[in-house]
């Protein structure tokens, strides 16, 4: 020994000092020096070991002993670099020595091997081993590589204090993707893996360093391999297949690692999108190898418990295979992230996994769930919450059944699924029925009416004016989003249609309110007002000194930009307050001392008196001639509120103060357009103002019907001239309220419904319906509008690619929408637009032939022109276009002191109805249909080229009409109009009634609104179209003859049901059980209690059925213990319905005081009450013809000798838990009658205690002695549990209520409930003998 230990000494010393071995692993140069140990070895190799390659031949220098020192040495040229070394003798060496330095580096506890690693450590070891430039790991041979690492870990392991920050990037610089597909070049990459989980593991100095500054360099990497791998598929043989996967699953475990309550961010960096969006790819990848990868445990991740971006699109998007094994990972996986199951166990252990949640066996323990929770650290518990949260906005609940009913049909075993689906519907209609024959007896009459008639008036179709608006609000949907931030088109729960319909049945109701005053007008006074229709637009053009129309001014070239002098909005307001007072004064003439003097008040008051109601804001008296004549009334508005001028520049005015021409405005109103139209003809030539231009608004009314002469008159003050406006309009007989009036009430009745349908906060109710009012007011074309664009009295129109003119009738395939290039905003003369199809969603593009085609759904792609300059045609002056555009144009931005005269530059705003050309961007050719030379064939349709505007037969011109437009509805003679809207398909409409359910769903709230241009820049892919589609592309697939049998793996998908269905349960009952997100339990709950959707519960009791009994017509209760958790799921829900007959949200945390009021209707007509009968009685029928056979065969086995097993009893359980809930739930609700009045107080009891009745105490001993004598039967003891029920009900009723509220609400109240004879036939229908028999069998 003591010898041993003095050469164990000597070797020591001689390696701590680097001497003796790191020379050989240098290379042939130690910097700019040689390294003749590494020279000679090599020389050596070569020389002695070298066998056949002709070496000798090849290399004779090796062998020259003669001749001068420098020809000697000659051969020293040909020693290569470590890079290049491939003598297999070297490779020998060089393990052997890097075996020494192993031994060293694994770090014994003999004080000399720890002394000597250091030693190496300060002369370089890892440098030496994994440099860039010349590490032995560069040595081409994978087994020396191999070892460089297994040293490298030996020191990670033992030492890690020695890994420096410039030893970790050298070892990143191998975490690559070169060399994937390479067998050996893989396995090197799972050494390095090791080695990176290493640093990330390491809890000291080192470790935290690492994740600092490499870890997220290293995920992101861990990414891109795990993608690289994805790319190659199935490629290559069965090991490099299997070299492949270890990889994939040696980085999936660096990811897992990552994933752990380490500090350096990495859990937040792991929730990258383009990281999430990898998850995807792989899971894609994966699903074409049949699962045959990493994608269960890539699931098991940070990045794998993201709901919304990874698990629902797993699940339920289209890019995997229905019947695929990546979808049943992901649900299980939903399951365990909505329950708050960690992957990973408790400190000190957290690198140890924790799998994923087996659904062949029976769940954890609530108590257990709960203690799981209890450990969650900040970061876990925030995201439990969110991903929750996430789940409830998503209402994910009928994504999932709708993908299990869609994967039975993928698996051929949709048949029997129908037929399970139709028994549960059996058993909802057939307790329906009989709740409905309980309360019959209840019921009145006259309500029962009622409520029918509510059903009817809530089903009424939407009228063909209102159909019209609603087209309207959809394109001006996107708009609001983007602008203040809501998503308006969401579905309506209590009117059961979309929130839209509300707004335009609003609207609808204004337009009507309207038209009918004028059309009774009309009636009257059709002379005048025909000549008031006939007065043309006219504006004050100083150089020739009156008023001119537009084609005189047009033609005579003088136009006057009728603006204010100043743009300070400061100035101008301060301006009109006097303005205003003065005009006032200037239409006041003299009249009586009373009249005069009232007069007088009214008009020097501010709008504060009028508010105040200390002035009358109106009055008739004591006015001017041309006024007083006609019987005229001049109301004051007051001047423009800010909030208006506001609105006007966000949506309009775009910060030129000069348009602003309304500041001061008075309204004058006429009994009649007889009187209006004498009065205005007088006014033009009065002398208290000038009048500088009509705007005739009867001819061209607005979409709310509202008619009005626009006048605005000029007046002088201190700063020059002032424009304000006067408002002429035909007052309704005995009718108090004007238009400003009329205006502020549509304004609150949007308001209510934008509240209450949309969901829009109140502070910003008014901006919204102030936003909807001007949008739908404004004649402008704008970016999102659809719009039909007609030539020659046909539609432009899309069959196919093909497009074309053809038919007048329009149809969704004539709407296009017109998208503005710049962006939102309205569309002028000479801007760049983009023609997408209404229809296909595809832009209309010219390619190199001129022929437009409609092929691309992506705008900015290349492969054609879809660029398109829209102009209007010059010869097209409109009489009532308005002066709109004058002002409007190039050149004539008034910020000037004086009036500008400019010539007309054409650029304006478009506006409907009115007459475009499309130019293609580019070129000088315009979209033309060719016209038909020949009259046989008039009724083909009209091919579309882009030809230049000269060319023969070509109709460049088309007509641009909004679709919904209401200009049909304002004639003043004759019926209804007829309605613009574009004719739609029977799909079609099935089509929007889903995406509004879809909206509804997943865009309720403000954060998640669509931007334009954004989500809905493609319509959203059906679910059920495209499971349809891979479910006939899969069976397609089965049935192909050729290659091996798939009996195995059909049977292993047929068999993967039931584990679906369980993790889909978990979903619901830890929501019901865990609530971690605010209305979480209340959405789990409206869904069970099958308020939510009708269909949601009974295809739920379906699958349990059909699951249950797919192997025969026996049922099999304990396959994947899936009974006993649908009776704890059932459990569950009853235990938490709230008693009393509440709803299930608590009336304290409704908003609005009407959903409040309909809830308490709802309690107090018994409406919760026959649905929780409803359920109830579909529940203990599930258990009576479903389990109770089952369980009793086993009982009676259990009972000749063979034993129970723990599912049994685990089953047996839950079925004893689920009837005991199930009377209590029925004893906590009040069954109450069905009544129009007579609401309790839910609070309100009786001081008084309640009668005596019969206590159930001594049914309950009798009970326990006929059990224990063992003498009766199970039928008789079963008939005693229900008897001794029936006479019991008050006693169990309150024992049910001091459990569920206390005893202070234990006590009978005074409610309209339903008999006790009803009550206790109602009992015994719920716990049948058959249903006791199981619990007696199993006592006995």
Request: aromatic share 8%.
């Amino acid at each position: 020994p003591d010898v041993g230990s003095s050469v164990l000494d000597k070797v020591l010393d001689r390696i701590r000092d680097g001497a003796a071995l790191f020379p050989y692993l240098r290379g042939p140069a130690i910097g700019d020096q040689p390294n003749p140990k590494y020279q000679k070895l090599w020389l050596i190799c070569q020389t002695k070991y070298s066998v056949g390659n002709n070496v000798r031949e090849r290399m004779p220098e090796l062998w020259q002993t003669s001749g001068t020192v420098e020809e000697r040495n000659r051969w020293v040229k040909r020693v290569p670099e470590l890079r290049n070394l491939h003598h297999p003798v070297m490779h020998q060496v060089l393990l052997a020595i890097l075996g020494i330095i192993e031994h060293i580096s694994a770090g014994s506890l003999d004080p000399l091997l720890q002394k000597s690693a250091q030693a190496l450590n300060n002369q370089g070891r890892e440098e030496l081993l994994i440099g860039p430039v010349s590490g032995v790991v560069t040595c081409p041979d994978y087994r020396v590589k191999a070892k460089c690492l297994k040293c490298v870990s030996h020191v990670l392991r033992t030492s890690p204090d020695q890994f420096e920050l410039e030893e970790m990037g050298w070892l990143l610089r191998f975490f690559t993707t070169t060399g994937i597909g390479i067998p050996r070049q893989q396995d090197f990459l799972g050494n390095v893996l090791v080695l990176i989980s290493l640093l990330i593991c390491n809890q000291q100095r080192t470790g935290k360093s690492f994740r600092e500054r490499f870890a997220k360099t290293a995920i992101r990497e861990a990414f891109e391999i795990l993608r690289a791998i994805a790319k190659r598929g199935s490629h290559g043989s069965a090991d490099e297949q299997a070299s492949r996967l270890k990889i994939s699953l040696g980085v999936v475990e660096l990811l897992k690692k990552s994933s752990r309550p380490l500090s350096g961010g990495l859990r937040k960096f792991l929730r990258r999108n383009d990281l999430m969006d990898s998850v995807i790819e792989v899971f894609e990848a994966e699903d074409k190898m049949e699962g045959n990868g990493c994608g269960a445990e890539l699931l098991a991740t940070w990045t794998g418990r993201e709901v919304r971006h990874i698990l629902l699109p797993i699940i339920t998007g289209n890019k995997i295979l229905l019947s695929g094994a990546g979808r049943f990972w992901a649900l299980v996986r939903l399951a365990d992230v909505l329950e708050g199951r960690l992957d990973y166990d408790r400190p000190p252990h957290i690198f140890r996994d924790v799998p994923a949640t087996d659904e062949h066996k029976a769940w954890a323990t609530l108590m257990h769930m709960e203690k799981v929770h209890g450990s969650h650290d900040k970061m876990e518990e925030e995201d439990w919450v969110l991903q929750q949260r996430r789940f409830l906005v998503s209402d994910s609940f009928q994504a999932l059944i709708h993908f299990v009913w869609r994967y039975t049909e993928a698996v051929g075993a949709m048949p029997g699924l129908e037929e399970a689906y139709d028994c549960a519907e059996t058993w909802f209609e057939e307790a329906e029925q009989e709740v409905r024959r309980w309360w019959k007896p209840e019921r009145q009459h006259g309500e029962s009416q009622r409520l029918g008639a509510d059903v009817k008036q809530s089903r009424q179709q939407q009228t063909d004016l209102e159909r019209c608006f609603d087209v309207r609000l959809r394109s001006i949907c996107p708009r609001v989003s983007t602008l203040c931030g809501y998503n308006l088109n969401v579905y309506d729960e209590e009117e059961k249609s979309s929130s839209l319909a509300a707004l335009a049945k609003v609207m609808a109701v204004t337009f009507q309110e309207n038209h009918k005053k004028h059309k009774n007008q009309y009636a009257q006074f059709r002379a005048a007002y025909d000549e008031l229709l006939q007065v043309p637009n006219q504006y004050y053009v100083p150089t020739f000194g009156r008023l001119m129309t537009t084609k005189e001014i047009i033609a005579q070239k003088a136009i006057k930009c009728i603006r204010q002098e100043h743009n300070d909005l400061h100035i101008l307001y301060s301006d009109a307050a006097l303005v205003q007072r003065n005009l006032k004064r200037a239409l006041i003439a003299g009249g009586g001392p009373q009249f005069r003097q009232q007069t007088l008040l009214w008009a020097n008051a501010e709008y504060d008196d009028f508010q105040a109601g200390r002035v009358p804001r109106a009055v008739s008296d004591g006015l001017v001639g041309f006024l007083r004549d006609h019987q005229a009334k001049v109301i004051d508005p007051g001047l423009l509120p800010k909030e208006d001028i506001d609105a006007l520049h966000k949506f309009k005015l775009g910060g030129d103060n000069t348009r602003l021409r309304n500041l001061s405005r008075l309204m004058i109103s006429y009994p009649n357009v007889k009187e209006l139209l004498a009065s205005l003809n007088e006014m033009k030539y009065n002398a208290a103002f000038s009048v500088m231009r009509i705007r005739n608004q009867f001819a061209s009314p607005s979409n709310f019907a509202q008619r009005t002469m626009l006048v605005n008159v000029e007046t002088e003050t201190e700063r020059g001239r002032f424009l304000s406006e006067l408002q002429l309009v035909v007052r309704e007989k005995n009718s108090q309220q004007d238009m400003y009036a009329q205006r502020a009430k549509l304004g609150q009745e949007l308001k209510k419904v934008l509240i209450k349908s949309c969901k829009v906060k109140e502070v910003n109710a008014d901006e919204v319906a102030g936003f909807l009012i001007q949008q739908m007011e404004s004649r402008s074309l704008r970016s999102g509008d659809v719009v039909v664009l007609r030539c020659a009295d046909q539609n432009l129109t899309i069959q196919g690619e093909d497009v074309s003119v053809f038919a007048r009738e329009v149809t969704t395939k004539h709407l296009f929408t017109i998208e503005r290039v710049a962006g939102p905003g309205p569309i002028a003369d000479g801007d760049l637009v983009y023609l997408k199809s209404k229809a296909t969603n595809k832009y209309i593009d010219v390619g190199a032939n001129n022929v437009p085609k409609c092929r691309f759904f992506d705008a900015k792609s290349e492969q054609s022109n879809m660029l398109l300059i829209v102009e209007r045609d010059q010869a097209d002056f409109h009489p009532t276009r308005g002066f709109g555009g004058f002002a409007g144009a190039t050149g004539m931005f008034a910020g000037a002191a004086n009036h500008a005269l400019t010539a007309y530059t054409g650029t304006k705003n478009l506006h409907t109805r009115e007459h475009i050309r499309f130019r293609v961007d580019g070129t000088q050719r315009y979209l033309s249909a060719l016209e038909a030379t020949n009259w046989t064939v008039s009724a083909e349709p009209l091919r579309v080229k882009a030809l230049p505007l000269e060319s023969e037969h070509a109709l460049t011109q088309f007509t641009v009409l909004r679709d919904g437009s209401v200009t049909d509805f304002l004639h003043l003679e004759g019926g209804q109009g007829i309605s613009t809207r574009a004719q739609e398909t029977a799909d079609e409409m099935l089509r929007q009634a889903l995406l509004e359910a879809h909206m509804f769903t997943s865009l309720p709230t403000m954060d998640l609104c669509p931007r334009e241009g954004g989500v809905y820049f493609r319509p959203p892919p059906l679910f059920e179209v495209i499971a349809e589609i891979l479910a006939a592309r899969e069976k397609a697939s089965r049935e192909e003859p050729e290659g091996q049998s798939d009996s195995a793996k059909e049977k292993e998908k047929i068999e993967r049901m039931p584990r679906m269905i369980a993790a889909i349960l978990r979903c619901v009952y830890v929501l019901i059980q865990l609530p971690g997100s605010v209305g979480a339990k209340e959405y789990a709950l409206t869904a069970m209690l099958n308020q939510a959707d009708g269909t949601f519960l009974t295809k739920l009791f379906a699958l349990v059925i059909f699951v249950q009994r797919r192997d025969g017509d026996c049922p099999d209760v304990l396959e994947a213990s899936l009974s006993a958790k649908f009776l704890r799921l059932l459990s569950a829900t009853l235990a938490s319905v709230p008693p009393l007959s509440c709803p299930i949200r608590p009336l304290g945390d409704l908003d609005d005081a009407a959903l409040q009021q309909k809830e308490e209707q709802d309690r107090a007509s018994g409406v919760h009450c026959q649905q929780r009968v409803t359920l109830l009685h579909v529940f203990t029928r599930y258990m009576r013809e479903r389990l109770v056979p089952s369980l009793l065969d086993r009982l009676d086995s259990a009972r000749w000798g063979s034993s129970l097993s723990s599912a049994d009893v685990v089953l047996l359980r839950e079925f004893a838990i689920c009837i005991t809930t199930l009377a209590h739930n029925f004893f906590a609700c009040e069954l109450r009658k069905d009544i129009k009045s007579g609401v309790a107080d839910t609070a309100a009891v009786l001081d008084a205690p309640s009668p005596a009745r019969p206590s159930h105490m001594a049914g309950v001993q009798q009970l326990q002695q006929l059990a224990q004598s063992g003498l009766a039967s199970v039928e008789g003891v079963a008939g005693e549990i229900t008897a001794i029920a029936a006479e019991g009900v008050a006693g169990l009723e309150d024992q049910a209520l001091a459990t569920a509220l206390g005893d202070h609400f234990a006590r009978r109240r005074q409610v309209p409930a339903l008999s006790d004879v009803t009550r206790t036939e109602i009992f015994l229908k719920m716990l049948e003998n058959t249903l006791v028999r199981v619990l007696v069998h199993a006592l006995l």
